[in-house]
């Protein structure tokens, strides 16, 4: 599994047929779980996030990365079950 990183962020929004071209990328800190980078270009803007097997602890605690599937699959069902308020 290669690791995310604002250096890799771009190649990996190209193997996704995502826009790219001149795009910034971000490192969001503060999780202990995961690696969040924030994805800005023209038109687009999306958080690329990647877990850890190894948390970010003082002690060693680790963790099934496959944790992240579920999640993604929680938002897609949550999205398709739940309808933007109109104001």
Not at 3 to 23: F, I, M, N, T
Not at 30 to 42: F, Q, R, W
Not at 74 to 87: C, E, Q, V
């Amino acid at each position: 599994v290669s690791q995310l990183s604002v250096e890799h962020a771009a190649e990996w929004l190209r193997r996704y047929d995502l826009p790219c071209k001149g795009a910034r990328f971000t490192e969001l800190g503060g999780g202990i779980s995961n690696k969040v980078i924030l994805a800005e270009a023209p038109g687009f803007r999306a958080v690329l996030k990647q877990s850890l097997g190894q948390l970010r602890t003082q002690q060693g605690w680790f963790s099934d990365r496959n944790r992240i599937f579920r999640e993604a699959a929680a938002m897609r069902w949550n999205a398709s079950t739940t309808r933007p308020k109109r104001w």
